[in-house]
């Protein structure tokens, strides 16, 4: 089966900087779409950004101009910078991917998650 790790979360003040990684492991046939949820405290789990395997993107509004998503094909990795955090960008952050692996169809994954603290 398909496992993604994550790493990069952690404490940051208020306009500092993270960046996440997410790498897919094991049996990889093919990569779609790959991307990252966040869940805070009491709200439900939503998509922050998201990358499919041509290279669309699309963002939360609320990330806008401060996030940017990327992806290392060669190494099934994406990565999330976070830029001008702020505390409302406390959360755990999810990995998520469309991937196919060998001898299986297509599925929807998840990592473990990662907590990103935006405190003072």
């Known amino acids: 089966q398909v496992q993604l790790v994550e790493s990069g979360g952690g404490l940051v003040q208020p306009g500092g900087s993270l960046r996440l990684s997410c790498a897919a492991s094991?049996?990889?046939?093919?990569?779609?779409?790959m991307g990252w949820y966040r869940q805070a405290p009491g709200k439900q789990r939503e998509l922050v950004a998201r990358?499919?395997?041509?290279?669309?993107?699309n963002y939360v509004d609320s990330v806008k101009g401060r996030f940017t998503i990327s992806r290392d094909n060669a190494k099934n990795t994406v990565y999330l910078q976070m830029n001008s955090l702020k505390p409302e960008d406390t959360a755990v952050y999810y990995c998520?991917?469309?991937?196919?692996?060998?001898?299986?169809?297509?599925?929807?994954?998840w990592g473990q998650g990662t907590q990103v603290t935006v405190s003072s």
């Open positions: 990358m499919t395997s041509g290279g669309s993107t």
């Open positions: 094991r049996n990889i046939f093919s990569i779609y779409a």
């Open positions: 998520n991917a469309d991937v196919r692996a060998l001898g299986y169809s297509p599925y929807n994954y």
